[in-house]
């Protein structure tokens, strides 16, 4: 279920409660004594109810009616209720919801009795998916699922409490390192761009020197440059469920502005320009003038290229083996290392990605600043 956003408004006692996709309530909150009495809540729909009601006349609370705990309504009934609350979801993550429960957890809990689910059936199944070679991202999809589909369970007083409720930190062991992903310079950058075509070559400088992703790039159009400023206004991302464009909010769900080098900002109105682009367009099409879709250009197109270049090999103005398993998700992570070389500061490059937090940030620095903490020690050391 989601979880609500909770702050206090400018009166004592009373605040102000959102749940995604609806209308904010108004919770009055106060005690029935002195410090250490019990705690007492109500919810109002308007700020101006909240402020008008008198916790002195409050009646006595009719005890609650006990949930049924051998409830035998089986799991599917709650998981269609659950799939009904999909609505604000995006298309894609709706899509990968609902295959999950298709797939795994109706075939295994939706006959029996909803009571009869208890954590210790949900982690003998996850360890028959481990046992199967599934992943720990399926995995833990399925342990979240059928969370949700127990929490609408509980709502509808079918089952006294979640037995799943607090215990996703039990999946959150650590995992294990994977290997640094591959990263270009900015000679590799222009390598890779020449490589990939002259129909694809400034879509592809513009991933790797701006750190958008694939889908913002896929979807930006000529109203969102901005020639006076260097920049690109991202304000939508493109995605492709069950085949289909889509276009949607970035995914922090968040407009940002992005920064170009002044020089690539001019290639990029001169494309425009020359392709005759309407304000409405995308900037960036395929050889056939078509959108351009992440399935197919990261394949058939970007890998293709890698695969060139590595076969090339790096005395011949090739690649490396090191960078064979490039996909374009990578070229945003060459963007945090070109800006971190040039000496940007991370707040900015924080801001470029459009990440809300300075540890995501982290995450994509690389090693390609190796030596530069010596060196300026080094420079101090002989000041001295």
Known sequence: MATPREEATQYPGIYRRTYPGRKPVYVRRWRDGGRGSAKRSRTFDSLADARRFNPDNEPEPEPEPEASTSSTTPLAEFGELWRGTLGTRKTKT??????????????????RPVGAVTHTSVMAFLSDLADDGYSEATRRNVYTIVRMVLNVAVDERAIP????????????????????????????????????????????????????????????????VDPLHNGLQVCRAQSEPHGYIEEGWPKDKEARFVELPPSLMRRIVRHVEVNNRRPQDTVFTTVQNNR????????????????????????????????????????????????????????????QLGHS?????????????????SAALESHRDVA
């Open 94 to 111: 709706k899509e990968n919801y609902e295959s999950a429960y298709r797939v795994h957890v109706e075939p295994r809990f939706g006959h």
């Open 161 to 224: 409490s979640n037995p799943l409720a607090g215990r996703n930190k039990q999946l959150a062991k650590p995992r294990p390192k994977k290997g640094e992903r591959p990263t270009l310079d900015a000679k590799q950058l222009a390598r890779l761009a020449n490589e990939v075509g002259p129909a694809y070559s400034l879509f592809v400088e513009t991933l790797g020197w701006s750190g958008m992703r694939l889908g913002e790039a896929c979807a930006l159009r000529v109203c969102d």
């Open 292 to 351: 351009i879709r992440a399935s197919k250009f990261t394949p058939h197109v970007l890998q293709k290229a890698v695969a060139r270049l590595v076969e090339h090999g790096e005395r011949k103005g090739g690649f490396g083996e090191h960078l064979a398993g490039l996909v374009s998700h990578d070229l945003r992570h060459t963007y945090v290392r070109i800006a971190s070389e040039a000496g940007v500061h991370p707040f900015e490059i924080q801001r």
């Open 357 to 373: 937090s300075s540890d995501m940030t982290y995450r994509y620095s690389h090693r390609g600043r190796v030596g530069a903490v």
